[in-house]
C-alpha cells in the first residue's frame, strides 16, 4: 500500500482525500471544481524589451562563475543566479527566442547538460527546476532552468530521502524499486519502461506528473538527459492538448556519495494559464495548510497519457 484514500459524498459529486503513506504527505481532489472554466485561453506574454536573457544583452548583464566563465551547450548559456536563494544557484537560459512556444528535444536535453555541469561538483543535494511562463513563478518569460545546490535537502527532497532510509531499515527493500515497479502496473502508469512515468497518486499540484529514475545523483543523470527531454516534451504536448500552457517542473537527486534508497525523481505539475485578471490556481489550502487542492484524477491523467502514447492498455 503506497497511499490511502476516503470519499467524502457532496452535494453534487464527491471529494477525495489522499494520504502519501511513506511521507504522510495529504491532497484533496475535487474534479466538480473543474466546471469553473477559471483556465483560460493563455493571454498572451508581452515582450516589452530589454530582456536581460535575449542575444546581445545575455553576455553583458548576467554574472559569471568565479573563472570568469559562462556554460554554453547549444542554444543555451548557464551563469551564477544574480539572486541567489541557495548557496549553489545557477540558471540556463534554454533557447535564444525570447517567446517560445515549442521546444526541440536538442534545447531541453542541452539546457540539461549545462545545469549538471554548473552543480555536478557541488557537493550537496541538487535539483533542475522550471518555472515555464508567469503564471508559474517565471520573473522572466525567456524560457530558463534553475538548478540549486544545498548542505541540506529541501523540504519535500529531504522528507523523502529520510523516509526512504527508514524504510531500507524497516523493509532492508528500496522504496522506490517497489514502487516503479507499482505505478508501471495501476492506472496512473503514462509511458516508459527505463524512465517509468506515471501520474502522482497523490498529486502536489494540479496534472502532476511523476518520472521514476533509475539513478541517485546528478551526475548519474547525465546519461538521461537526451531521453528525459523527449519525455518531458511529450508531457509538454499532452498537457497542451488538454489547454495548458504554463507549469512546473524540478527534478531531485541525492547528494553525491551518499546512499540513503533514495532515488531521483522528476515532478511535474500544470499551472493556470497567464490571464489577465491573474487568477491564480494556488491559495490558501495549497501555501497555508501544504494540502493542494486537485481537479484532475491520476487515474484519468494516466488513461490521457496512455491514449496519447498509443498504448491500449496498462502493461
Not at 527546476?129 to 545546490?149: D, E, F, T, V
Request: net charge neutral; proline share 6%; hydrophobic share 35%.
Amino acid at each position: 500500500m503506497f497511499f490511502s484514500c476516503s470519499d467524502t459524498p457532496t452535494r453534487t459529486g464527491s471529494i477525495q482525500v489522499r494520504r502519501e503513506i511513506l511521507t504522510g504527505y495529504t491532497c484533496r481532489i475535487s474534479p466538480e471544481r473543474l466546471r469553473r472554466g477559471i483556465d483560460q485561453a493563455p493571454a498572451p506574454v508581452a515582450d516589452t524589451g530589454g530582456c536581460p536573457f535575449c542575444p546581445g544583452a545575455v553576455e553583458s548583464t548576467t554574472p559569471v562563475f568565479q573563472d570568469g566563465s559562462r556554460i554554453y551547450r547549444g542554444e543555451s548559456v548557464t551563469f551564477p543566479n544574480l539572486y541567489p536563494f541557495a548557496r549553489r544557484h545557477t540558471v540556463t537560459v534554454i533557447t535564444r527566442a525570447h517567446a517560445v512556444d515549442r521546444f526541440s528535444r536538442k534545447q531541453i536535453a542541452d539546457a540539461l547538460d549545462a545545469q549538471i555541469l554548473s552543480l555536478s561538483d557541488s557537493g550537496g543535494y541538487a535539483s533542475i527546476n522550471w518555472n515555464y511562463l508567469p503564471s508559474a513563478g517565471a520573473s522572466l518569460a525567456h524560457p530558463h532552468l534553475q538548478g540549486i545546490a544545498d548542505t541540506a535537502p529541501s523540504a519535500r527532497a529531504g522528507r523523502y530521502i529520510r523516509k526512504s532510509s527508514r524504510y531500507r531499515a524497516d523493509t532492508g527493500a528500496c522504496y522506490w524499486d517497489h514502487l516503479r515497479e507499482h505505478e508501471a502496473r495501476s492506472e496512473r502508469y503514462c509511458f516508459g519502461d527505463e524512465l517509468v512515468w506515471a501520474a502522482g497518486a497523490v498529486p502536489v499540484g494540479e496534472k502532476e506528473m511523476r518520472g521514476y529514475l533509475p539513478v541517485r545523483t546528478i551526475a548519474e543523470f547525465s546519461s538521461y538527459t537526451d531521453m528525459f527531454a523527449a519525455d518531458l516534451l511529450r508531457i509538454i504536448d499532452c498537457y497542451r492538448k488538454l489547454g495548458t500552457h504554463a507549469f512546473n517542473m524540478a527534478l531531485f537527486f541525492d547528494k553525491e556519495g551518499a546512499d540513503s534508497g533514495f532515488r531521483a525523481f522528476a515532478s511535474v505539475i500544470a499551472r493556470i494559464n497567464p490571464n489577465p485578471a491573474s487568477t491564480s490556481d494556488s491559495a490558501f489550502m495549497e501555501r497555508l495548510h501544504l494540502e493542494p487542492v486537485i481537479m484532475t484524477l491520476p487515474e484519468e491523467l494516466g488513461r490521457i497519457m496512455r491514449d496519447s502514447a498509443g498504448y491500449d492498455s496498462v502493461p
